[in-house]
């Protein structure tokens, strides 16, 4: 049997969620422009260019939908904070990712990305506080664990879990790049998604 979510493809971009349509069961990944979010959208699909990885913060600009499954999508939203672009253009960015975790009634997970060795900014705090307030379901996934330095990676895992109000096992501690954690986070997408 196939890996889950190998078949992912692109489908669609969208500047507003109620032009998207519907599908079964979504997940969506949101996190600091500089996270890394395209490339563990490529590492949990085990594919190298699923999503447009840049190395200028802030590429992603609309809502992009992949098929994964049958009618399951994950979602990739406009990452917060570096993002380059006129004032106008991201103050629209805001307002398209918060209409569209608020409309989604087939949204099981948001997935929010935090740097593993830079740990949650404020601007974490701000996208968990309002996750929380909204009542949505979330998930902290910590990634680029591999350049956090061995030796200080139980304490930093510990330290990130206590600065969000959690345990270390609450966290995903992942890596694109040496493929860290990335089998155990595509199990829990392909269960949230039913595949």
């Not at 998207?20 to 069961?25: E, F, R, S, T, V």
Request: charged fraction near 25%.
């Amino acid at each position: 049997m196939a890996q889950p979510l190998t078949d992912a493809r692109f489908v669609t971009s969208a500047a507003d969620a109620r032009k998207l349509g519907i599908c079964h069961a979504e997940v969506a990944f949101v996190g600091r422009s500089n996270v890394g979010k395209s490339s563990l959208l490529n590492a949990l699909a085990n594919q190298n260019q699923l999503a447009r990885v840049s190395k200028t913060p802030g590429r992603t600009r609309l809502i992009n939908v992949f098929l994964t499954g049958p009618d399951r999508w994950i979602v990739d939203l406009p990452g917060y904070g570096f993002a380059k672009g006129p004032a106008a253009e991201r103050a629209t960015w805001q307002a398209m990712v918060e209409g569209y975790l608020t409309g989604r009634p087939t949204l099981r997970m948001v997935f929010v990305l935090v740097d593993a060795e830079v740990g949650p900014t404020k601007l974490d705090h701000a996208m968990i506080e309002w996750l929380r307030l909204e009542n949505l379901p979330h998930r902290i996934v910590a990634t680029k664990s591999d350049q956090v330095k061995p030796s200080k990676a139980l304490k930093q895992r510990k330290d990130v879990a206590a600065d969000l109000g959690l345990q270390a096992a609450d966290i995903a501690w992942v890596s694109a790049a040496k493929g860290l954690g990335i089998p155990e986070l595509r199990r829990e997408v392909a269960d949230l998604l039913d595949l």
